[in-house]
């Protein structure tokens, strides 16, 4: 079983940044690609950065260039860097891990963009 907390979220102005930070635990962290998404009301939940195993990472073209995903498993975290902050990312974050047929989410946390 893996359990996720995610922290680091509240209000912050338009171009502003804020690091959403995602501790598990657990054993076997390595193995697990982590994700990020997010949902905003009345909105689908949309993938917003991927890292996997061994190196691989991938953005949603909103956010590419302004985010920044990045684990350290010596500390079971996961991280989401997100810098030049719009309106538009206003939503909920959370943090999802995956292996094989096994997969876990966190419970969530706020962020809000606004002036």
């Known amino acids: 079983q893996v359990q996720l907390v995610e922290s680091g979220g509240g209000l912050v102005q338009p171009g502003g940044s804020l690091r959403l930070s995602c501790a598990a635990t657990?054993?076997?962290?390595?193995?697990?690609?982590m994700d990020w998404y997010r949902q905003a009301p009345g909105k689908q939940r949309e993938l917003v950065a991927v890292?996997?195993?061994?190196?691989?990472?991938n953005y949603a073209d909103s956010v590419k260039g302004r985010f920044t995903i990045s684990r350290d498993n010596a500390k079971n975290t996961v991280y989401l860097q997100m810098n030049s902050l719009k309106p538009e990312d206003t939503a909920v974050y959370y943090c999802?891990?995956?292996?094989?047929?096994?997969?876990?989410w966190g419970q969530g946390t706020q962020v809000t963009v606004s002036s």
């Open positions: 999802h891990a995956v292996f094989n047929d096994d997969n876990y």
């Open positions: 657990a054993t076997g962290f390595s193995l697990y690609a």
């Open positions: 890292i996997g195993r061994y190196g691989y990472i």
